[in-house]
């Protein structure tokens, strides 16, 4: 499964707005990456996708009472999408493009269909054939239906604090359950954790299982040990149940590990393990299709791995369309050349959407400056005002002694700061090359 398009009426700071997802006919963008300041829409698309993809009935249990979701009360809001079936994805129809609505009503007395609402509720539009729907509902919004993967994470996705015992069995969940975190940030992500020692013990007791655990615990370790940096491994299950790391020759439980390991730990291991449960008779069920949705992909995590976690998961789960909100100009940077990268701007309470160039080839600070994160300085405001007022003097022909005393002042501290990236002189070679590139930016509509 793959979204091709997405449209939002009346929710939070959206007017109206529709996304095409669709890179050329037939296949879409497996990189997208929202950007813009908190507050202009990034969470909203995310959990709007979320809600559409967990199905009406899994989308009223995310969200039982939708308060503060309508931007005008007096009216319905509407969620709109448009996805399209996956190589693997079951149900026999011959419909590989489909679609369907949900409706949203608040306080005020409002009418959807012929059914009249008075309190915030999620509602089945009647846009869509009740046949269609009800399709939906049976093949692809199914509790434990095989395929037609999608899972969405929140901000505040982490491995629990508390040590995971020994269960009975891990079996497939509610769809709804693989959103859980986009809507309740107090919800911990265990399953890693749960999954490796259920696995472990499975495989030790013997029997029927134990080759399909000793299978998934294999893919899980594999692509666990890929996804960390460092050279952090997995090492092992203590009889106590606890999972150990290896750490440069240190053997380390989760519980001790930083929120940046724990961070892409959690992520990797919820992932893997839903995966396998949508897809448990493929070969490799982490190179399935599904949509995948991310707010604030770079929280916990250090630069360098900023720089390297969009290839670290369109290299480790090649298939799925990745949904991605980030603040993170390295993480923009990441997603790649064939990324679809979009930037929310708020004007005057309204939530406005427009394509920008993936700043792909760019360096952090060009980044910064260019249209991706609205001409953003790269200095603290301090410094930034030196250099304006710098920048000011030195371009007067006569300077009082007061101006020329700050001048000489000026001129020490960017002559101090230029060896450590700061900016170059006025007439200068390097301000002159810099000036050249910022005018072939614009030129190219990327600064």
């Known amino acids: ?59 009223q249990t995310l969200l039982p009472r939708p308060v503060g979701l309508l931007r005008n009360e007096s009216e319905p809001g509407v969620m709109h999408i448009r996805f399209r079936r996956g190589r693997n994805d079951p149900g026999r129809t011959k419909s590989k493009l489909f679609k369907y609505n949900l409706g949203v009503t608040g306080r005020n007395r409002v009418t959807v269909g012929k059914q009249v609402y008075t309190e915030p509720t999620l509602v089945s539009s009647p846009a869509v054939s009740g046949s269609q729907l009800s399709w939906l509902r049976e093949n692809v919004f199914a509790s434990r239906g095989a395929g037609w993967f999608a899972a969405g994470y929140g901000a505040f996705r982490r491995l629990t604090r508390s040590h995971q015992v020994i269960v009975p069995a891990l079996e497939p969940q509610a769809r709804y359950t693989n959103f859980l975190t986009q809507f309740n940030e107090d919800e911990p992500l265990a399953t890693f954790e749960r999954w490796m020692v259920y696995l472990d013990y499975v495989i030790a007791k013997g029997g029927a299982h134990s080759k399909t655990a000793e299978r998934q615990r294999t893919l899980g370790i594999e692509v666990i040990n890929r996804m960390l940096p460092g050279g952090a491994r997995f090492d092992s299950v203590t009889s106590q149940g606890r999972i150990l790391f290896d750490m440069g020759g240190r053997k380390v439980p989760t519980l001790a590990m930083s929120d940046g390991y724990r961070s892409v730990l959690a992520l990797t291991g919820d992932l893997a393990w839903r995966l396998m449960q949508a897809f448990p008779q493929r070969a490799n069920p982490l ?40 603040h993170s100009p390295l993480v923009a940077a990441g997603a790649g050349d064939d990324a679809l990268t979009l930037r929310l701007t708020l004007e005057k309470g309204v939530t406005k959407v427009e394509r920008v160039e993936t700043p792909v080839a760019l360096s952090v600070d060009r980044i910064l400056q260019s249209e991706a994160f609205g001409q953003v300085s790269p200095y603290s405001p301090p410094t930034q005002e030196a250099i304006d007022r710098y920048d000011i003097l030195a371009r007067k022909r006569k300077r009082s002694p007061a101006e020329e005393k700050e001048f000489v002042q000026l001129r020490e501290f960017m002559q101090q700061a230029r060896p450590l990236g700061g900016p170059p002189e006025p007439g200068s070679l390097d ?12 030129r190219e509509g990327r600064g």
């Not at 963008?29 to 829409?41: A, D, H, Q, S």
């Not at 995948?292 to 770079?298: F, G, K, S, T, W």
């Not at 301000?431 to 614009?442: F, G, N, S």
Request: glycine residues 10%; charged residues 25%.
């Open 1 to 59: 499964m793959w979204i091709e398009g997405l449209g939002i009426r009346n929710i939070r700071s959206f007017e109206e707005e529709t996304f095409i997802f669709e890179r050329a006919r037939g296949r879409p963008y497996k990189w997208v990456t929202l950007l813009g300041e908190n507050g202009g829409g990034k969470s909203t698309v995310l959990q709007t996708l979320g809600l559409l993809l967990a199905g009406p009935e899994g989308a």
């Open 287 to 326: 190179h399935e299709e599904g949509v995948v949705l991310i707010d604030e992909l770079d929280i916990h995590l250090h630069p360098r791995w900023q720089r390297h976690i969009a290839g670290w998961l369109r290299e480790q789960f090649p298939n799925l369309q990745f949904f991605v909100a980030t």
């Open 431 to 442: 301000a002159k090359l810099d000036d050249y590139i910022e005018k072939t930016l614009r």
